[in-house]
Nanobody, 120 residues
Framework: VQLQASGGGDVQAGGSLRLSCAAS????????MGWYHQAPGKQRELVAD???????TYADSAKGRFAISRDNAKNTVYLQMNSLEPEDTAVYYC???????????????WGQGTQVTVSS
């Protein structure tokens, strides 16, 4: 399984970016998918999570500004980030919990990370 993230870049404070992450491989089902960020010298933290059925969870810092969504037919998860702040500067990683057959356990996979830099 490979996760390919894209959409990061440099943006001014108040701007927007849309991250995408596509999973490929011999996948039976993708359960939850999510986005995390990791700033220099800090631990990786959850930004947003979405179940296969579309139930979402957000970090407090993301509520009201970010929106996670997914396209199950494309095995892709998105993160729409609005009203970006310098504090959002980090590497953003996508995550997918993958099953390879009906009733099997989930295995967690990570994307390679995409840099988001917000300048004031």
């Amino acid at each position: 399984v490979q996760l390919q993230a894209s959409g990061g870049g440099d943006v001014q404070a108040g701007g927007s970016l849309r991250l995408s992450c596509a999973a490929s491989g011999n996948i039976f089902r993708i359960n939850a998918m999510g986005w995390y960020h990791q700033a220099p010298g800090k631990q990786r933290e959850l930004v947003a999570d979405i179940t296969n059925g579309g139930t979402t969870t957000y970090a407090d810092s993301a509520k009201g500004r970010f929106a996670i969504s997914r396209d199950n037919a494309k095995n892709t998860v998105y993160l729409q980030m609005n009203s970006l702040e310098p504090e959002d500067t980090a590497v953003y990683y996508c995550r997918a919990d993958v099953s390879f057959s009906r009733g099997s356990a989930s295995f967690r996979y990570w994307g390679q990370g995409t840099q988001v830099t917000v300048s004031s």
